[in-house]
């Protein structure tokens, strides 16, 4: 069966004609979740180049950016980092109308700290045992920064989070400064014919920044920064298309031995074999407190209401696949497919017209619990106490 993409340029359209429609209410925009483990958490960017895959036809090798967030010593609340780290990040956006948000609400977000250090000192690990480590891939065309609050939880709860920004994939800069999104420099969205090599690629991008990023920091000749990592128990989170790259790398990565999928779907080789490691999947499930306005809002709301009813379809036979391996799907009331993204904080009423009514620290909150529970127990030994294998709906 071929089924329509439970993707971001499927949804672009639905968001950004809400976008368009009205002006933000900032009155009720919220900040950030502070993060609610014990530890403080730092963050610093690297970049890679993998010369041994090209890009695209113009860049004969993959520019790949990391922004690393860990468990730090401390971190005043005066010396946290901006939200958007690189200057010219804003001007960027606005030029290349970044999800058709707003010139100027994109511009308030210049204002908006993280609740992490820049280098700061990383706390101390038991002797012999590193951090477990988990790469965070984005949803198509989004900046890593849009996940921000799920990387600093993660880290303040003891993991060393990879936010990865895969070339041609989300919204990042090259070497010389070039912005390296979908459809720049040649290179197609990804429809159904180039999903598959696509997602190899963004595994692959994975397993490479893990260990390379353990050999950059476990190594690093600033004593201050030097991270001890656990490379034996390493995870991938991901959102939409990056969600389906985390359970692409659980399938063909041996590196990686637990995955999470926020609100992707099944391509390629999952779709066809299975994940083949544990794997957590919470998926959307919008809820809309009003009637259709138009016909073609009903008709937009049928079709993704068509989708849902595929998506379940198509999970329960790639969970049927390995049927002794477990395998989690959670779909969590009230949320959007952009509801596992920073925007529930930023645009929150306006996503209230995509379906996201849940309100945005609660949607964060069953989202981000059943993350760490799931890692905790695969990566660190810790019992289940929420999940239980196969599907469940939570509100």
Known sequence: MQRPLV?????????????????PDWT?????????????VGTMALRYTDSSRATSHHLRYRPITVQVWYPARHCAPHA??????EANFLDSMITRRYLDIPEQDIRAWAGLRSHACLNAVPAPRAPLRGWPMLVFS???????AHYTSFAEELASHGYVVLAIDHPMGGFAFGPSGQVLAPGVDSVPYPYPR?????LRDWAIDASYVVRATATRLESSANPSIRLPLDTSHVGMVGHSLGGAAA????????????????????????????????????????????PPTDSAQRAGRERLAQMGRERDSSWAATRAKYPDVPGFIVKIVGTGHMSFTDAPFQFPTLLQ???ST????????????RLLEFFDHFLKGEPLRLLRAGAATIQ
């Open 7 to 23: 993707l971001l340029e499927t949804l672009l359209p639905v968001l950004s004609g809400v976008l368009l429609a009205q002006a």
């Open 28 to 40: 009720r925009r919220q900040p950030l979740p502070t993060p609610r483990g014990l530890l403080s």
């Open 80 to 85: 946290r980092t901006p939200y958007l780290s």
């Open 138 to 144: 984005h949803g198509l065309g989004v900046a890593h």
């Open 194 to 198: 180039v999903l598959p090599p696509l």
């Open 247 to 290: 359970l692409q790398a659980c399938h063909t990565e041996p590196l990686f031995a637990a995955c999470a999928d926020m609100d992707g779907d099944t391509f390629g080789d999952v779709d066809q074999a299975g994940v083949g490691k544990p794997f957590l999947v919470l998926l959307s499930e919008p809820v809309h407190l009003s």
């Open 353 to 355: 017209e995509t379906g």
């Open 358 to 369: 849940l309100g945005a620290d609660r949607a964060f909150r069953l989202a981000s619990e």
